[in-house]
């Protein structure tokens, strides 16, 4: 295949550059940044970034525009790769760069919002103690991220997928101090661990039947329904699931723990106990739909199991709701925003879990995708927004907020159109995604459907409870004395992300990204967006009826709803399970038995080898007397015995 | 009169030996010990020149033993008094109840 | 390239250690021998890559003959594979390090520094040797000077522990012993040359009694469940270099020799017990990390979880198959470096807070940036963070034992992952507690690493980066010999 693309030597090291830059960030500002470039640390990794970022889109143009496409149809180009590690014959490692439609959008975006906060954070960190770590560990998942995108081989995959899970635990635990920021970053890494635990397991019995770890390889195998491996992936089963369904469910564990999906999302509101940057960047736009790719990734695969893309399918829709519940009642900006995320995420999960393979059936596929690019923009958007205002304000709560449209006027504007954008008004960027995965769900479930749809009305009335609690409500409060919107620097990236958040829409994206690398033709049906624009519309009424001005309405609604709005207030509980697990039942009836069983049996029954020798030492001692007579006495008895025995005995 | 024999000189060194174990065995005095031993040695020096006498006249073996057991006694002797003379000067006492530091 | 050098440089180095007359003079001396072996070491690895790459295929290179006992057919003969030069530049990594962690011991100085070196000389010798009474010899040399190591320099309850790990590994190598003169007068014609007892066929009852002796022999050195209580207290009390040669090089011992004698000489003895080997490394796995989950104690946490990681090794061992086994030794090398590190690192941080309760720590990144982030490298790579060279070691276990396609080595396979969790647990739960979190009072005025420390670290650091971030050289190094050994179990 290399053959075929002339893309000349020039395009191999960009690529090569654009995850080594930021890695290249890391290891400067992590060895050197401490004392040598200390003031410098925060431009020297931007423009890292930012060269970074300039090669993925030099490359995305030239792979959708130039050289991509052959006979119509998006190839699958790994122009570099080598051996990493080789297992057995046919099975190994390897690194590479693998160019496709989904990877190359991935490259953008994950370069885009990086560099956005990148920039950002030279004036929201300004002046912290440990701003070059900051800028480190920014490298350090930056270039993980890539890693993980642009991976040709499913274990380069994980290796990288682990890479993020510790930047994030890096970069959530950059407030060190703080214990909340301690036990978040901790509950994130064991959390996405546990998952990544299905992950490698899937990997394993994927491998096994494959006999490749090489991702064309192996969708290639495992997609032909003649091939031996095949045949004996589907053939294989333990307790009536085929190996091939057994495996992707474990992957898919992996990828709903990293995209923070229902059971495995408790730890995505505590993850936001890291510096807002940070939270815009891994928790909104990039690291949490690492899921949603390792899915979109291994699509063909997924799409030769039913079982496996119901589950898909049934845990997204799960979750989009049960986090839009919960994102209503919640009181701290972040955590609205934090479980909005796992709700859309949820969205571009069922989404792939609708989609079939190829042609109109891909609809699905290219919608979540589609959604994943928009939801980056506008949330990584949101994301920063909400950094400008807790700048502003010091505080996290609702409570303390209201009435800053006259103090943050750009914040203000940029954060309506996020909203806008989330909540689905054409025609801003969300408005397409979202019709297309609606559609895609209407097309294949009608059950999906409609909690999708009303999942989508309670998006717009969350949002907009945000929006007019931080910007509208009560006016009175007085921010005069604090300083201003936070510079030039995070105002830069907001308008840029608000321009993309409004017009991303508009990209044709079923031209370049779909299930089979050929262009999709998205049929819009204006009838069909009456429905959730109109549900969209109410909720966003409903919100500023409760929120705009300051009144008590929001309360006796809260009030007559006590049941379900304290089970929401309180993310049902689910926390409060996992800690009854770990803490309750892991500790206490495995970890503990285990302390007490090595210390009392397994090293007892040596100290009481030990003790016994001294026992029965204790006991013959007194033979060894060291009296010389005694021993005579012993030395006689034994000579006339003996003697007696020679006479007398034996002859 | 009878001719003393074999039995009888036996009989004599047997009766040293056990008096001389007797000795050994019960006194705690180091030089009573030691005089204890040679009394042993001087029963094992006795059967050795008897049975030369009696059982093989004509060869000299058993005299040139009893030759070797007085030189070996002398010299344990001499080693036996040195230490027991410097264990009275570090302990001043001979008495073998005393020495026993290098008990276990 | 003379394979004595590497017994003589160390017995030359102790030797001068003795006539020096200082402190600073005996320093200098064990750290220009360390480095010496260092050097050393790598000459090994580029002759032995050269030799490769030349064409040499033979089995064991830079072969060394002596007939020691004739009559016996004892003969001082050594040589290297690539197992063997992996094991013996972990050996010479930890040595250096070890030399450089403890330059401020003051008790009695140059007694410490002459055990240290005679471990190093007893670690090089077994490496090397092909004879099975030599490496007998040179593992009781490796054994003897922990006695005195702990026992003089240790802390708490030193005599106890040094007590209980001198009788439980002599215990170990008298099974060892046991086993050697079995497979001795078991095999056709008495000989101990390992060469030749693995060309001959020895009758499978022998191997039937002899393996079990050999391996839980051996694997008493390893921390074979339930043969593993030394493995806490021996680390606990051991001064820092101490623990780190204990975990670095002496429980490698314990892993080669199943390895190399165990295993090889005895392959249908390790066929047979193949899977209660299986059963009892992964309870060690499992029941090591849940008891690490309980531990206050740094260094009891990093000996807990010792037990679980040298787990993975005889698990490698057990699994037969050769990509479980070159995992196995890439663990060795691999949990040698990392927990020499780790063991350096709780010995920094013990001089300067004085205490080792990781609850009466905190914040730690504040006054001591250099040790904490090692301290973080050090706790992400026993989690198996890639990058590092647990994650390798652990992955290519895992690989290998998942080619095992009955249901039994998949279980196992599944619950020694399950392990990846628990580590990521404890391991977390000791970082958080000690490095982050609100600072102590009596903290705020400590100092960070000193040269000899921070050279300590980067050395053992710079090892565990190189397999993690290009594993494919100790991958090259050690997948042909362990081809031959699998093809002997896989051919018998």
């Given at each position: 295949m290399l053959g075929v693309f002339s893309f000349g030597i020039d395009l191999g090291w960009a690529l090569l550059m654009i995850p080594l830059l930021p890695l290249l960030g890391f290891l400067v500002l992590g060895l050197?940044?401490?004392?040598?470039?200390?003031?410098?640390?925060?431009?020297?990794?931007?423009?890292?970034?930012?060269?970074?970022?300039?090669?993925?889109?030099?490359?995305?143009?030239?792979?959708?525009?130039?050289?991509?496409?052959?006979?119509?149809?998006?190839?699958?180009?790994?122009?570099?790769?080598?051996t990493w590690l080789q297992f057995s014959p046919g099975v190994s490692i390897d690194m590479g760069i693998l160019l496709d439609p989904i990877s190359v959008m991935m490259l953008v975006v994950v370069t885009l919002i990086s560099l956005m906060v990148h920039i950002y954070s030279l004036a929201y960190l300004k002046g912290e103690e440990r701003f070059p770590t900051y800028y480190s560990f920014l490298g350090l998942f930056t270039f993980s991220m890539l890693g993980l995108v642009v991976a040709s081989n499913i274990f380069q995959m994980y290796i990288f997928w682990e890479l993020v899970g510790v930047s994030s635990f890096l970069l959530i635990g950059y407030y060190y101090d703080r214990p909340s920021a301690v036990a978040a970053c901790k509950k994130a890494f064991i959390v996405t661990?546990?998952?990544?635990?299905?992950?490698?397991?899937?990997?394993?019995?994927?491998?096994?039947?494959?006999?490749?770890?090489?991702?064309?390889?192996?969708?290639?195998?495992?997609?032909?329904?003649?091939?031996?491996?095949?045949?004996?992936?589907?053939?294989?089963?333990?307790?009536?699931?085929?190996?091939?369904?057994?495996?992707?469910?474990?992957?898919?564990?992996?990828?709903?723990?990293?995209?923070?999906?229902?059971?495995?999302?408790?730890?995505?509101?505590?993850?936001?106990?890291?510096?807002?940057?940070?939270?815009?960047?891994?928790?909104?736009?990039?690291?949490?739909?690492?899921?949603?790719?390792?899915?979109?990734?291994?699509?063909?695969?997924?799409?030769?199991?039913?079982?496996?893309?119901?589950?898909?399918a049934f845990v997204g829709i799960i979750s989009a709701l049960f986090a839009a519940l919960i994102a209503c009642t919640q009181t701290d900006i972040k955590r609205v925003l934090a479980y909005s995320t796992m709700s859309q995420i949820g969205f571009m999960m069922f989404a792939l879990g609708v989609s079939g393979s190829g042609g109109e059936n891909g609809l699905g596929f290219t919608a979540a995708m589609f959604h994943l690019f928009t939801h980056a923009l506008f949330k990584a958007l949101l994301f920063l927004g909400a950094g400008a205002v807790i700048?502003?304000?010091?505080?996290?709560?609702?409570?303390?907020?209201?009435?800053?449209?006259k103090y943050l006027p750009i914040t203000h504007i940029t954060f309506l159109i996020a909203c806008l954008a989330i909540s689905g008004v054409p025609p801003f960027a969300g408005f397409f995604s979202k019709e297309e995965i609606l559609l895609a769900a209407y097309q294949h479930n009608a059950t999906i459907y409609w909690i999708a749809l009303i999942t989508s009305g309670l998006t717009a009335f969350y949002m907009f409870r945000l929006y007019f609690s931080i910007f509208w409500n009560k006016e009175s409060l007085a921010h005069e004395s604090a300083h201003g919107e936070g510079g030039f620097a995070m105002m830069l990236p907001l308008v840029l992300l608000s321009v993309g958040a409004a017009a991303a829409g508009f990209i044709p994206f079923g031209d370049f990204v779909s299930s089979d690398g050929k262009p999709l033709e998205s049929v819009f049906h204006w009838q069909f967006s009456i429905a959730p624009i109109a549900l969209g519309l109410a909720g966003i009424f409903t919100a500023m009826w409760l929120y705009k001005k300051q009144?008590?309405?929001?309360?006796?609604?809260?009030?007559?709803?006590?049941?379900?709005?304290?089970?929401?207030?309180?993310?049902?509980?689910?926390?409060?399970?996992?800690?009854?697990?770990?803490k309750k039942i892991i500790f206490n009836l495995v970890g503990r038995p285990a302390a007490w069983f090595d210390k009392n049996v397994v090293n007892g029954l040596v100290n009481a080898t030990g003790n016994s020798?001294?026992?029965?030492?204790?006991?013959?001692?007194?033979?060894?007397?060291?009296?010389?007579?005694?021993?005579?006495?012993?030395?006689?008895?034994?000579?006339?015995?003996?003697?007696?025995l020679f006479i007398y005995v034996w002859k | 009169m009878m001719e003393p024999g074999l039995y009888h000189v036996l009989i004599i060194s047997t009766a040293l030996f056990f008096i001389g174990v007797f000795g050994f065995l019960t006194r705690r005095n180091l030089i009573t010990m030691l005089m204890s031993i040679e009394l042993v040695l001087n029963s094992v020096n006795i059967n050795f020149i008897a049975f030369n006498k009696y059982a093989w006249p004509n060869k000299l073996d058993g005299l040139f033993f009893s030759i070797f057991v007085i030189a070996i006694a002398a010299a344990e002797a001499a080693v036996a008094i040195a230490i027991i003379i410097n264990l009275y000067r570090s302990h001043q006492s001979i008495d073998v109840e005393n020495a026993a530091d290098l008990k276990f | 390239m003379n394979l004595t050098l590497l017994i003589l440089l160390p017995l030359l180095t102790a030797v001068a250690i003795l006539l020096m007359r200082n402190d600073a003079q005996v320093k200098w001396t064990a750290l220009m021998g360390a480095s010496a072996q260092f050097v050393l070491a790598f000459c090994l690895l580029?002759?032995?890559?050269?030799?490769?790459?030349?064409?040499?295929?033979?089995?064991?290179?830079?072969?060394?003959?002596?007939?020691?006992?004739?009559?016996?057919?004892?003969?001082?003969?050594?040589?290297?594979?690539?197992?063997?030069?992996?094991?013996?530049?972990?050996?010479?990594?930890?040595?250096?390090?070890?030399?450089?962690?403890?330059?401020?011991?003051?008790?009695?100085t140059k007694e410490f520094y002459f055990l240290l070196i005679l471990l190093s000389l007893g670690a090089y010798g077994f490496f090397m040797s092909l004879d099975l009474f030599v490496l007998f010899f040179f593992l009781e040399i490796a054994v003897i000077p922990k006695y005195l190591l702990i026992g003089i320099w240790g802390s708490g309850k030193k005599e106890y522990a040094a007590n209980k790990l001198a009788l439980m590994l002599m215990g170990g190598s008298a099974l060892v012993l046991v086993g050697l003169l079995g497979v001795y007068f078991g095999a056709p014609n008495h000989n101990f040359d390992l060469m030749l007892l693995s060309s001959m066929h020895?009758?499978?009852?022998?191997?039937?009694?002899?393996?079990?002796?050999?391996?839980?022999?051996?694997?008493?050195?390893?921390?074979?469940?339930?043969?593993?209580?030394?493995?806490?207290?021996?680390?606990?009390?051991?001064?820092?270099?101490?623990?780190?040669?204990?975990?670095?090089?002496?429980?490698?011992?314990?892993?080669?020799?199943?390895?190399?004698?165990?295993?090889?000489?005895?392959?249908?003895?390790?066929?047979?017990?193949?899977?209660?080997?299986?059963?009892?490394?992964?309870?060690?796995?499992?029941?090591?990390?849940?008891?690490?989950?309980?531990?206050?104690?740094?260094?009891?946490?990093?000996?807990?979880?010792?037990v679980s990681h040298c787990g993975f090794v005889l698990l490698g061992i057990g699994m037969l198959t050769k990509t479980?086994?070159?995992?196995?030794?890439?663990?060795?090398?691999?949990?040698?470096?990392?927990?020499?590190?780790?063991?350096?690192?709780?010995?920094?941080?013990?001089?300067?807070?004085?205490?080792?309760?990781?609850?009466?720590?905190?914040?730690?990144?504040?006054?001591?940036?250099?040790?904490?982030?090692?301290?973080?490298?050090?706790?992400?790579?026993?989690?198996?963070?890639?990058g590092l060279s647990g994650f390798v070691a652990e992955m290519t276990i895992f690989m290998g034992s998942w080619q095992n396609a009955d249901l039994f080595h998949r279980v196992a396979t599944i619950a020694a992952c399950m392990s990846i969790v628990v580590t990521a647990v404890y391991i977390l739960r000791a970082i958080g507690q000690t490095a982050m979190g609100p600072i102590k009072e009596g903290h705020l005025s400590v100092g960070d690493a000193r040269w000899n420390e921070k050279l300590a670290a980067i050395i053992l650091i710079a090892g565990i980066v190189a397999i993690g971030i290009a594993p494919y050289w100790l991958n090259e190094l050690v997948t042909p010999a362990a081809d031959i050994i699998m093809h002997k179990i896989a051919t018998k």
């Open positions: 050197f940044g401490r004392k040598q470039i200390k003031q410098s640390s925060g431009i020297f990794a931007t423009s890292l970034v930012l060269v970074s970022a300039f090669l993925s889109f030099h490359t995305a143009y030239g792979y959708f525009f130039k050289y991509g496409k052959l006979e119509g149809v998006y190839q699958k180009i790994i122009p570099i790769q080598f661990r546990f998952a990544d635990l299905g992950f490698l397991i899937g990997i394993l019995i994927l491998s096994f039947y494959a006999g490749t770890l090489d991702f064309n390889t192996l969708i290639l195998k495992l997609t032909t329904t003649s091939t031996p491996e095949f045949l004996s992936a589907t053939a294989a089963s333990f307790m009536g699931i085929s190996a091939l369904t057994w495996a992707l469910v474990l992957v898919f564990i992996g990828g709903a723990g990293k995209s923070a999906l229902f059971p495995l999302h408790v730890w995505l509101p505590d993850a936001m106990e890291g510096p807002t940057p940070v939270s815009a960047l891994i928790h909104a736009a990039t690291m949490v739909v690492a899921g949603v790719f390792l899915v979109a990734r291994l699509f063909p695969v997924f799409s030769m199991s039913a079982p496996a893309l119901e589950l898909v700048h502003f304000i010091h505080s996290n709560e609702m409570k303390d907020m209201g009435g800053l449209r009144n008590n309405r929001s309360d006796t609604i809260a009030h007559s709803l006590s049941g379900l709005y304290k089970l929401a207030f309180h993310k049902f509980y689910v926390d409060e399970l996992y800690l009854f697990i770990t020798t001294l026992f029965i030492s204790e006991k013959i001692k007194g033979f060894q007397s060291g009296k010389v007579q005694q021993y005579a006495i012993y030395f006689l008895a034994g000579v006339i015995g003996l003697a007696i | - | 580029f002759a032995f890559r050269k030799e490769r790459a030349l064409g040499n295929i033979a089995q064991m290179l830079f072969e060394f003959h002596y007939q020691w006992f004739p009559s016996w057919h004892i003969s001082f003969h050594l040589g290297v594979d690539g197992i063997s030069v992996a094991m013996i530049l972990l050996t010479a990594f930890v040595v250096i390090a070890g030399v450089l962690v403890s330059w401020n011991v003051t008790k009695m020895i009758p499978i009852a022998i191997q039937k009694i002899c393996f079990p002796l050999l391996f839980v022999g051996f694997g008493v050195f390893t921390a074979l469940f339930p043969f593993h209580t030394w493995v806490p207290d021996g680390h606990s009390s051991a001064p820092t270099a101490g623990s780190m040669f204990l975990a670095g090089i002496s429980m490698k011992l314990g892993g080669y020799g199943c390895l190399r004698v165990a295993t090889y000489i005895l392959p249908d003895g390790a066929k047979e017990y193949a899977n209660l080997v299986i059963v009892l490394s992964t309870i060690a796995i499992l029941y090591g990390a849940f008891a690490t989950m309980m531990q206050k104690d740094l260094k009891y946490i990093n000996a807990y979880s010792s479980a086994m070159v995992g196995a030794v890439m663990q060795m090398v691999s949990h040698g470096l990392m927990t020499a590190l780790f063991f350096a690192v709780i010995g920094m941080i013990y001089e300067r807070t004085h205490t080792r309760q990781v609850n009466e720590m905190g914040g730690l990144i504040k006054v001591m940036p250099f040790i904490t982030t090692v301290l973080f490298i050090v706790g992400l790579c026993s989690l198996g963070l890639p």
